[in-house]
């Protein structure tokens, strides 16, 4: 539902699940193979270089293909440096997925401080006429789609990867975002694992 007693087919809405997330040069781990007796290791750098941090958009809206929006930003650890996404982060994002979707967006996120922040209320006060927002409960990723996004990256591109510097990674997070939105039932998919239907009842 959208709020105001409509749902978002009536509003002509895209759903929108937002969440967001960062990487460092430490890879996660999986399963690979290798010579019996012998364990494979990945050798990364120990010391601390910064992260990508990625927020994405999982959008959905019946008869029409999923889409996946998103914004990458890269802390260097540079000094007045932001560590990770700010609130006008989070606005151009949204704003960026209206211009791409042309439709009202109703968009459904967490309880993180930049989303809760004066000025992001504000934001969402002053674009009421295309823009509802709905909480997700605290502690349920199990509800949100673009978790399992998360996930197919890390299997895809980022498991047991040695990335040689920032760059590098940011390059992978890219491509392999990319290849997940030419395959919009990927996203589909995810939206189906949280058990969730977009359907009115």
Known sequence: MAGRGKTAADLGAWVCFEDECGRTLRPPIARTWAVRGATPVVRVPGHRTGRVSVAALACYRPG????????????????????????????????????QLGAPIVLIWDNLNRHTCPQMRQFIADNADWLWVVRLP????????????????????????????????????????????????????????????????
């Open 64 to 99: 029409r293909r999923s889409r996946l929006i998103y914004r990458v930003h890269l802390y260097r650890r540079r000094k007045n440096e932001a560590a990770s996404f700010t609130w006008r982060d989070y606005r151009d994002l949204i704003t960026m997925a209206h211009r």
């Open 138 to 201: 605290a502690y349920a990723p199990d509800l949100n789609p673009v978790e399992g996004l998360w996930s197919l990256l890390n299997r895809d591109g980022l498991a047991n990867l040695a990335a040689t510097g920032l760059d590098h990674l940011t390059r992978v997070i890219k491509r392999g975002l990319k290849k997940i939105q030419y395959r919009p039932y990927l996203i589909d998919g995810c939206l189906a694992g949280t058990g969730l239907l977009l359907k009115p009842l």
